[in-house]
């Protein structure tokens, strides 16, 4: 995916297990989210622990995240 595309890549998985996790990462993944999780737990851990909330919408690529 690094060949063409430049936003973050964030693994949401079910899969526990360490091998795994460390797999994606080494594959090129930004981060490793194992479910479940909470969307305050994505936010803030993820895009930033300053923000509480975020104020509006945000695109990043083809994706859109709307809280």
């Not at 091998?19 to 490793?32: E, H, P, S, V």
């Amino acid at each position: 995916m690094r060949t063409w595309v430049s936003v973050p890549i964030i693994v949401l998985s079910a899969r526990t297990m360490e091998n795994r996790k460390i797999a994606a990462l080494d594959a090129g993944a930004d981060d490793y989210i194992t479910k479940p999780f909470s969307a305050p737990e994505l936010w803030r851990a993820r895009f930033g622990a300053a923000r509480n909330a975020p104020a509006a919408k945000m695109d990043l690529g083809g994706l859109r995240l709307d809280p």
